[in-house]
């Protein structure tokens, strides 16, 4: 599995929003280090102090957890996590921005907004997968991945808690992969695999 001859994966860019973390949580855990690429998680949440998000990503896992701050440099091997209250985009040098203008969706961080901006910078170098969610955000941007030459995944909607967020990606981005939790795990580890081969 290969995004292009001799062109690794660069980023995974995971997106979801209401039961989502059912999803995530169980795939941190199996994954297995090192990565070969920068795995960026933008999930909804409330603005709320002191979010617990990070810690409950990085008991899960063993890989380094972080909560972007603005002009991060983007690293393989890290998961990132989008803060609450900031749009995420991933810049041409390598690093993060965080942007505080309208809300897309009623969402921010928007989902679309980091897809779009990684699926620009890392063409066929990067991964969109979309998770349980109650809106439409998402479908956007995993056209977006789709048209730059990536691999896009939607969670199979039967498994997720709330379907209608990958079942408007199903119906509207043309995704490549349904997948439901174990395959999604069983996907990412082949995707470093295909990393590692290069």
């Known amino acids: 599995m290969q ?3 001799n062109t690794p994966y660069k980023a ?3 997106g979801g929003s209401t039961g ?3 999803v995530l949580l169980p795939v941190l855990s199996v994954l297995k280090p090192p990565l070969t ?3 960026v998680v933008v999930v909804h949440r409330k603005n709320t102090p002191n979010s617990p998000l990070a810690t409950l990503l990085s008991v899960k896992t063993t890989l380094p957890v972080r909560e972007v701050d603005d002009k991060d440099v983007m690293k393989p091997g890290c998961v990132y996590l989008a803060p609450a209250d900031y749009h995420l985009l ?14 897309i969706n009623f969402s ?14 890392y063409g066929a ?29 939607a969670q199979q909607p039967a498994t997720a808690q709330v379907a209608y967020m990958p079942q408007q990606a199903i119906d ?7 997948l439901d939790v174990p395959e999604l795990i069983q996907f990412i580890n082949q995707l470093n695999e295909a990393n590692q081969a290069l």
Do not use: M, Y
């Open 12 to 14: 995974v860019v995971i």
């Open 90 to 103: 991933v810049e041409h040098d390598g690093t993060f921005s965080l942007d505080d203008s309208e809300k």
């Open 37 to 39: 690429f920068s795995l």
């Open 3 to 5: 995004s292009t001859a």
């Open 172 to 178: 509207n981005a043309a995704v490549d992969r349904v």
């Open 20 to 22: 989502s973390l059912d």
């Open 108 to 121: 921010r961080p928007a989902i679309d907004v980091t897809f779009e901006s990684a699926a620009d910078v």
């Open 125 to 153: 170098g990067v991964v969109g997968i979309l998770l349980s969610g109650a809106n439409a955000d998402g479908t956007r941007g995993l056209k977006a991945i789709k048209q730059a030459g990536g691999i896009t995944v």
